[in-house]
């Protein structure tokens, strides 16, 4: 049985829980994946599709008939509408998140809200001057007020500029790159197609607008407008998401924390946080630590409450909190069957709906909180603001009524925990290089450093649980290339351990020494996947620093095990970036030739950042490696 169990997961904690989801006979998402194969080919490569009621429409791949839709649309048709529906979907999950950060600092900033407070003021006065708010003389408040209204303003604008916090934060060189090719695509078509973002919201309209029935039937401009409003995304909603939450709980500081599902303790109330908002996790553990609840947790036989974060609402608070953090994405089913966790307290994102079913099989309370992610059979538990404190108690208190049913002969907690040191946002990666990029670019410069891998992106059950995160990280470092990201797969090199000071071990000769040299491991994790902005600030702090655009430099993305459609808006703002993006699995595009070579050529040639598919650790390693020699020729280094 351990035979099938290593094969679905490349972490030890995992596959011990899987043997024991096989004993007991758990239903987990590995075993709906079996009973779902075979899956639709046509699915796969993008070319079905439901947009109206004369389809469903599916196109033959072999080039026999049918090889139109009913109204006439073609795969490339059909291939590129899915694809900017997904990037509109993904960039407005993370940019409604990151509304309710602003919203949220806006009521705090005029007293509306008292359970909330600002913690950065440092933060929020680098912000504000950013945006070119006046700082001086006035109250930290009257400041946050005015962060918050351009925040705010952001989403819903009508006029035809580019959004503000786009064009504060984006290097002009690349300002100026998309604005030309916007002009290049008018005179070459005829076609107005947009590339810079005017509003967050009108972005994902617009895409839901034009691929309604009889609209846009062009793969070209269809991928224009999807890359606007992932750009949308990246440069303004996740941007927002990460300078608001930085202010409103402070921003990262590097620290050391302990991942896998050995942070939960069996002696203590264990409550697990999982999702995305730090405005809900922040105030479960504020809660759950203080005093008041430590002690109602010692009356019904605990010696406290501990608190672990799962996904990517654990990597907000691994990064700022120190919170131990339980797992990735694919985690989350295998935490509850250590039948030691009281409660699973949710908000939004990446929760499966079977949590809930399996909940019911132990004594753990699965709490959702968010009326954007309501699932049958969980207990819900409204989260407000407004009175953040005491519903907060209220959830906490419910994690702790629930310690005397746990049943002692259920639990099984793996004894697998690893060190990680976190907390890398640009201002400690600042911090650390002593104030300026400069020692940064130098050590590129030199080649003691070949360049810079971004790794962001889910677990996919359809790829082995993080072993492609863990070798392609290894791979790249041993190469001497800095590996940084985001997300599930940060949580994957945590519990590996590459985010261990020992993991300087792995690296190439050049990369340990610079790493020696500054304290750090040779893989840094900069946060949640809303702090991918905190990737694309420092590639643009890079740029700015060279005078270049962010397409020369020697930077090289990839999404190795990625399956939601956030992660698609992520790559194609990093594409529209001009930055190269690898992917694994294959995105459904495939059925659709012209829409292929738009991304992966196509964006080359325009934009500097592109798609690549590639498969296993090694052979992706080394095409990113051919990437970053080949910028580095260009730049002369
Ligand atoms: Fe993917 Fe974001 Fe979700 Fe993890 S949590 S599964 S989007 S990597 Ni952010
Ligand atoms: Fe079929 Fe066209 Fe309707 Fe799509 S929009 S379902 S291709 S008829």
Avoid at 166 to 181: C, D, H, V
């Amino acid at each position: 049985m351990s035979e099938l169990s290593r094969k679905r997961s490349a972490d030890p904690a995992a596959i011990e829980m899987l043997n024991l989801a096989e004993r007991k006979q758990y239903e987990t998402i590995w075993d709906r994946l079996e009973k779902q194969q075979p899956q639709c080919g046509y699915g796969q490569l993008g070319t079905c599709c439901r947009l109206c009621t004369m389809g469903p429409c599916r196109i033959n791949p072999f080039g026999e008939e049918p090889t139109h839709g009913v109204c006439g649309a073609t795969a490339d048709t059909i291939v590129a509408r899915n694809l900017a529906r997904m990037a509109a979907v993904g960039s407005s999950s993370h940019s409604d998140h990151g509304r309710g950060a602003a919203l949220l600092l806006k009521e705090v900033a005029i007293g509306k809200n008292k359970d909330y407070r600002i913690t950065d003021v440092e933060k929020l006065k680098a912000v504000a001057t950013r945006l070119g708010i006046n700082t001086a003389g006035r109250s930290y408040l009257e400041i946050a007020s005015d962060v918050a209204d351009v925040a705010i303003n952001c989403f819903g604008k009508q006029d035809e500029e580019p959004i503000i916090f786009l064009q504060k934060y984006m290097p002009k060189k690349r300002i100026e790159r998309l604005k030309e090719i916007e002009t290049m695509l008018f005179e070459k078509t005829g076609k107005k197609m947009g590339l810079l973002p005017r509003g967050i919201d009108r972005e994902a309209v617009d895409i839901l607008h034009r691929t309604h029935f009889g609209c846009d039937a062009d793969p070209l401009s269809l991928m224009m407008q999807t890359v606007r409003c992932a750009l949308s995304d990246g440069w303004a909603g996740s941007l927002i998401a990460t300078e608001i939450q930085d202010i409103l709980f402070g921003t990262p500081t590097i620290k050391t924390v302990k991942a896998n599902l050995g942070v939960l303790d069996a002696e203590y109330v264990n409550i697990i946080i999982h999702g995305h908002e730090p405005i809900l996790s922040e105030k479960v553990v504020e809660i759950a630590l203080s005093e008041e609840m430590q002690e109602a947790a010692r009356k019904v036989g605990a010696k406290g409450v501990n608190v672990a974060g799962l996904c990517c609402t654990g990597n907000e608070l691994l990064m700022r909190q120190g919170v131990g953090i339980a797992g990735n994405e694919l985690h989350s089913e295998l935490a509850i069957m250590t039948g030691a966790v009281e409660a699973m307290v949710v908000d939004v994102q990446c929760i499966y709906p079977s949590l809930a079913k399996l909940s019911n099989c132990f004594h753990t309370q699965f709490i959702t909180t968010n009326e954007q992610a309501a699932i049958p059979g969980a207990i819900h538990i409204q989260f407000d603001e407004e009175k953040a404190n005491d519903i907060a108690r209220k959830i906490v208190q419910a994690g702790i009524d629930a310690f005397p049913n746990r049943d002692k002969s259920k639990v099984y907690i793996p004894s697998n925990i690893s060190n990680a040191i976190v907390g890398f946002s640009v201002e400690e990666i600042l911090k650390i290089l002593g104030g300026s990029v400069a020692p940064l670019v130098d050590a590129i410069a030199k080649g003691s450093i070949k360049g810079v891998a971004g790794i962001v992106g889910c677990n996919n059950v359809k790829v082995k649980q993080d072993l492609y995160h863990q070798e392609l990280t290894k791979e790249l470092i041993k190469r001497d290339i800095l590996v940084i990201g985001t997300g599930c797969w940060a949580i994957g090199a945590a519990k590996a351990g590459l985010m261990d000071i020992s993991a300087q071990g792995l690296a190439g000769e050049g990369l340990k020494a610079v790493c020696k040299a500054l304290d750090i491991p040779p893989v840094l994790h900069m946060g949640s996947c809303v702090d991918c902005s905190r990737m694309l600030v420092l590639a643009g702090a890079l740029a700015e620093h060279l005078d270049v655009d962010i397409s020369d430099l020697p930077l090289v993305g990839s999404a190795p095990e990625w399956m939601t459609e956030k992660a698609v808006a992520i790559g194609t703002y990093f594409v529209g970036s001009g930055v190269p993006v690898h992917l694994w699995p294959a995105p459904p595009i495939l059925g659709g030739p012209e829409v292929t070579k738009i991304l992966t050529e196509g964006a080359k040639e325009l934009l500097g950042g592109y798609f690549f598919i590639e498969e296993g650790p090694e052979a992706t390693a080394k095409r990113m490696e051919e990437i970053i020699l080949e910028k580095r020729t260009a730049l002369g280094i």
